[in-house]
């Protein structure tokens, strides 16, 4: 339980970051912790340089970005941490879907160390937030050794704890695009309280009159990256806003996913919870 030893850095600069990660052997980011510090612990990880961003002004923070033409887009920094996007008035409004799942990661003391940017870039399969980001058409603003760039949220899953960041990148900030108004639920599958999900079901859904108008939905720990369910999307849209109708529309979540076999489950489990809490989700944001 002790790390391999390490250099540390705690820059003030986003630059300053990517330059260190580009001269060390093998540097990593230290965000909140939550998840590098066990990882570390356990050596299943030996960097030689941790990059704490702790002090690099302008990382975290919630803020509101566009005009007429483009719509309104929330943007949160990478180190604002799970509790400050839980409590956002900001993000209550624009990104619910977020406020929902974030206020269900872990404890009190996890989220009052753990960053967004942090559980993105992590990419656990089992992490509540790369699902909704998903959901929610993110786009990742990213600063590496050849200046920022930006990620679309189809492209920055790879793989189990992979992403489209690169070795020397440092994730800025998240944007996505308002969601103001839609109906929206969490829908969380765990042993205990502050476990995390066996299964985690994200829905938004826009009301059209009686029925659905559009609908988004992801899948937590379907496979080795959010699973965007779009099929179950399409046969959301037109749909009543009624039980029966939504389970219909929901029948079909878990095809194209890859569950793990464990000990929390077997893969036929997770399916099957999988089409059980996306109606019960649906429903749920629906209030029917
Ligand atoms: P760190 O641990 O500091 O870093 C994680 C990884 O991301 C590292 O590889 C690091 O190099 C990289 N990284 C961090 N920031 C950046 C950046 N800006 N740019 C590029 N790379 C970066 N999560 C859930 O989703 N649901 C849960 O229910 C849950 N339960 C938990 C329970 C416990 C007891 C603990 C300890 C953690 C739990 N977590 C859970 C994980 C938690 O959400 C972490 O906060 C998150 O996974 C990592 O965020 P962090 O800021 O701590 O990142």
């Given amino acids: 339980m002790i790390p391999v030893p390490f250099d540390y850095l705690r820059p003030s600069t986003v630059d300053e970051a990517v330059a260190a990660l580009g001269e060390a052997d093998e540097g990593k980011i230290l965000a909140g912790g939550q998840s590098l510090l066990p990882v570390l612990k356990l050596r299943l990880a030996a960097p030689t340089l941790l990059v704490d961003l702790a002090a690099v002004p302008g990382l975290s923070g919630i803020r509101l970005d566009g005009d007429t033409l483009t719509g309104t887009t929330l943007v949160i920094g990478a180190m604002t941490t799970h509790a400050e996007v839980a409590a956002s008035d900001l993000v209550r409004q624009h990104a619910p879907l977020l406020a929902a799942a974030a ?6 003391q996890v989220r009052h160390r753990g960053t967004l940017g942090g559980s993105l870039a992590h990419a656990d399969p089992a992490a509540d937030l790369p699902a909704v980001a998903a959901a929610l058409d993110a786009t990742y603003v990213v600063r590496g050794p ?3 760039r930006t990620i679309g949220a189809a492209d920055f899953a790879v793989d189990l704890f992979t992403t489209a960041l690169g070795p020397d990148d440092v994730l800025v900030e998240v944007r996505l695009p308002s ?11 765990h042993r205990t309280a502050q476990a995390w999900a066996i299964v985690g079901v994200a829905v938004a859904v826009r009301r059209d009159g009686g029925g659905i108008g559009a609908a988004r939905v ?7 990256v959010p699973h965007r369910a779009r099929a179950v999307e399409d046969a ?12 219909e529309a929901c029948s079909r979540v878990a095809d194209g996913t890859s569950p793990a076999d464990d000990l929390s489950g077997s893969a036929e489990y997770r399916r099957d919870l999988a089409r059980v809490l996306t109606a019960r989700a649906v429903c749920r944001a629906l209030g029917v």
């Fill in 103 to 108: 206020g269900t990661v872990g404890d009190r």
């Fill in 179 to 189: 969601t103001a108004g839609w109906a929206v639920h969490y829908e969380k599958f």
């Fill in 146 to 148: 050849a200046g920022s």
């Fill in 218 to 224: 992801a899948l937590t720990n379907m496979g080795p």
């Fill in 236 to 247: 959301l849209a037109g749909a009543a806003a009624a039980p029966d109708a939504v389970a």
